[in-house]
Structures are given as C-alpha cells and as structure tokens.
C-alpha cells in the first residue's frame, strides 16, 4: 500500500528542534483556501520535516511563504484518524498531521490549475 499528499498552501510558524541524538526535525503550520462565490474555508496542516534536510528547510521557509509539501497523513496512532483535541475554549479541533518527504517553494505567478 502507497500513498502520497500533495498540498499547496503557506507557511504559518515553525520550529527546528533536535531529537536527543541530535537529529533535525523542522515542524511548521501549513495553511490552504478553497474560496468559495461569497466566504472562504482554510484548513490548517501541521507538517514535520525530519533528517539532514530540515536544517536547510529552516533557512529558507518563512512564515507567509507560498509552497507546495509532498509527503504523508501521520494518522493518530490510537484511532488511525486526525487527532482530536480540545481548545482553550472547550471547542473540539483536529489536527492533520502531514510528514514531509520533499517541498518545493513556489513564487506568486505560478498557478496550479486542479
């Protein structure tokens, strides 16, 4: 079995951080629209990028970036589904969980037609 993400979208925070044995995992919130004739609907993505490139991924990312992420739904490993949380609020949120394999950052002018 295979699968593969593809998601457009930009770039909300991110984070380098190091595992105990000193491995790169760069993590960043991944936004996408879909507009519709009179609103607009965004979904929220948290991508984790691990391994020798995420260093380099941290340099060039920054927040508001326009890129295109392939990778993979990390599912909750309890429920195989996006994991669920509770806000501050009491309102119940999910969180899809993407683990990057490549990205390539896209300019303003370059259009994807679906």
């Known amino acids: 079995m295979y699968q593969k993400l593809i998601i ?3 770039i909300g925070s991110s984070e380098l951080k190091y ?3 000193g491995k790169p ?3 960043f919130s991944l936004a996408t629209s879909r507009r519709y004739k009179d609103s607009e609907e965004t979904t929220w993505f948290r991508c984790t990028y691990w391994g020798e490139y ?5 340099r060039r990312l920054a927040k508001g970036m326009r890129v295109m ?3 993979r ?3 909750d490993p309890e429920t195989g589904c996006p994991r669920v949380f509770e ?4 309102s119940t949120g999910t969180s899809y969980e993407v683990v ?5 950052t896209l300019s303003k002018s370059e259009e994807v037609n679906a």
């Open 54 to 58: 995420a260093e380099e991924a941290s």
């Open 73 to 75: 739904l990390m599912p």
């Open 25 to 27: 995992v760069l993590s």
């Open 87 to 90: 806000r501050k609020d009491g």
């Open 69 to 71: 992420v392939e990778g």
């Open 19 to 21: 595992t105990s044995d």
């Open 100 to 104: 990057v394999e490549t990205y390539r």
């Open 8 to 10: 457009i979208g930009h």
